[in-house]
């Protein structure tokens, strides 16, 4: 089947002073070349190298465009197939114009996710590889770059193909023993191996699965929710985490929200803050909307920041709050040291129990590393090292993953049961399966489809 060559904006629109329009597809170079005029045919030149010139309307030999052009001949790159990129003007005026007079040479428009979907259809790059660009050009900090990037270069690819492999010798050796039993005992033997394998691959599904709370985390940000008495100082908390720290930008083309939100990097934390639309009007939320609809709003949240009033003494409201948050990761935050203190410390640490206590004067930004390191340290407790881990963050992996290990807890509950080997295989075989579907192994074409769909056009 012959695909297409296809072209698409490819970098973000209304910005910057450079934009590209890219071209893929056997026909990527004919087409730039029938409009493009420079001291050399496109067609002459060599592979990778980059060239001035005008763009011109082949029919009505008007000039459009002053560009530079890279051309780029397959398989060495992102797409497999030959690829051009035209740079030319970043304003929007001017790039549709370049798109526009490369549709009407015979480039058809890319669909959202195109040229990664058919790096995955070429094989350049496999499904979960795929996916991590979709998670990079969202990623919202450093580090949530960090596991994209070790996602894109097939680290938990490695990691999956492994644990298949392990599954498939397992079967393998099963088959061959029961296909050639020398000994009587052949059932009691592969008993013994399905057993060992399965408890091990369990492990391994375990660990995968519990990095993944942390994973999501950090590229969906830790959803907070700032609660407290009025006048004890949350705007003011909110403000200061906005201003000391890097705003993050999450402008993604092609998408759209209901709810605006803001993000800040706190050491490496990602936190998903809700602006105006949020935040500020459910600041004071349970006094707003009552103690019940409140709980359900702050079950929500990953982490509770709970601001209490140190110049005032500690009221029933405030021990209110306490209960409401009960189970949930909660930092308290005794504000306006600044002032004389009124509340007892010795019952706040009560109160708090198990969580951090930090004392803050907001106005005099007194306290204020005190809690970003509370945050921080609350997120990478049990010392995960972002370098070296495999986070897995992606819903879709999750769900695999989890229906990966129930199918291995099937296969082991049914040799505990003395279920006949045959039986047992098929949950081995299924986990196998399940455990493809992660790298696009075993999926099919209408999941493939929609999963490339949620690119932005032109990536
Ligand atoms: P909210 O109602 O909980 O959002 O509280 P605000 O952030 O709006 O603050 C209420 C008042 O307390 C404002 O006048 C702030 O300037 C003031 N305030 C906030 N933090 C401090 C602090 O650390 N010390 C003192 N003295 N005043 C503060
Ligand atoms: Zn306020």
Known sequence: ??????????????????????????KAIDIADKIYKGSKSLKQVD?????????????????????????????????????VEINCH????????????????????????????????????????????????????????????????????????????EILETLAHVEVNIDYPEYDDVEEMTHKMFIEKAASVKKELEHLLQTSQQGK???????????????????????????????????????????????????????????????RETEDIVERIGVERSRAVLREADLILLVLNYSDELTDEDLNLFKAVEGM???????KT??????????????????????????????????????SSLFFAGSLE???????????????????KQAIEDAIDAIEMGTPIDLVQIDFTRAWELLGEIIGDSVHESLIDQLFSQFCLGK
């Not at 496999?126 to 979709?134: C, F, K, R």
């Not at 009124?342 to 004067?361: C, M």
């Not at 972002?386 to 990966?404: E, F």
């Open 1 to 26: 089947m012959e695909l297409d060559t296809i072209a698409a904006i490819s970098t973000p629109m209304g910005e910057g002073a450079i934009a590209i329009v890219r071209l893929s597809g056997d």
């Open 47 to 83: 592979s990778h190298t980059i060239h001035y010139g005008h763009l011109t309307n082949p029919t009505t030999g008007e000039t459009v465009e002053e560009v530079m052009v890279s051309v780029m001949k397959g398989p060495k790159t992102f797409t497999r197939e030959d690829v």
């Open 90 to 165: 970043g304003g929007l005026v001017s790039v549709n114009r370049v798109l526009q007079l490369v549709l009407s040479n015979g480039a058809k428009l890319a669909e959202p996710g195109e040229f990664t979907k058919r790096a995955f259809l070429n094989g350049r790059i496999d499904l979960s590889q795929a996916e991590a660009v979709m998670d990079l050009i969202r990623a919202k900090t450093d580090r949530a770059m960090n596991v994209a990037l070790g996602q894109m270069e097939g680290r938990l690819s490695r990691l999956i193909r492994k644990l298949r492999q």
């Open 217 to 279: 985390i950090l590229r969906e940000g830790l959803s907070t929710v700032i609660i407290g008495r009025p006048n004890v100082g949350k705007s003011s908390l909110l403000n200061s985490l906005v201003h000391e720290n890097k705003a993050i930008v999450t402008d993604i083309p092609g998408t759209t929200r209901d709810v605006i939100e803001e993000y800040v990097n706190v050491r490496g934390v990602p936190l998903r803050l809700l602006d105006t639309a949020g935040i």
């Open 329 to 335: 990761d909660v930092i308290v935050i005794v504000n």
């Open 338 to 375: 600044d002032l004389p203190r009124k509340i007892d410390l010795e019952r706040v640490r009560e109160a708090a129990k198990q969580h951090k206590v930090v004392t803050t004067s907001l106005l005099e930004d007194q306290g204020v590393d005190d809690l970003e390191e509370a945050i």
């Open 386 to 404: 972002a370098g070296d881990m495999t986070y897995v963050s992606n819903s879709r992996h999750i769900a695999l993953l989890g229906q990966a």
